[in-house]
């Protein structure tokens, strides 16, 4: 295996981890959010977006409908941002970047 393949799935592995953390973090706030009891920080879970979870927290939005209303739009850009970054960064080490 060469170092490139390794790099691409350790990345991969990445992402999916963190996809799929943010995925049941966002559920576990929705469900304690009906609870009314105590919440999961914002900062949390858009950080788990923007470093590449953001496969598993813009789903987990639709899928839970959580922080979709209008004035929490910053996490459907943080969400769509993260999406963008992440995309690019993998097509660009598996097609451009050559080590």
Do not use: C
Not at 5 to 30: C, H, N, P, R, T
Not at 70 to 98: A, D, K, P, R, S
């Amino acid at each position: 295996m060469t170092t490139k393949q390794i790099v691409i799935l350790a990345y991969a592995g990445w992402l999916v981890l963190l996809s799929i953390v943010a995925f049941i973090a966002y559920g576990v706030d929705k469900r304690k959010a009906k609870k009314g009891k105590w919440r999961t920080k914002e900062k949390t879970l858009l950080l788990l977006s923007f470093l590449g979870g953001a496969f598993g927290g813009f789903p987990a939005m639709l899928v839970f409908h959580h922080k979709t209303k209008g004035e929490h739009w910053y996490f459907t850009v943080v969400n769509l941002l993260g999406l963008m970054i992440h995309t690019t960064l993998l097509i660009l080490l598996i097609f451009v970047i050559n080590f």
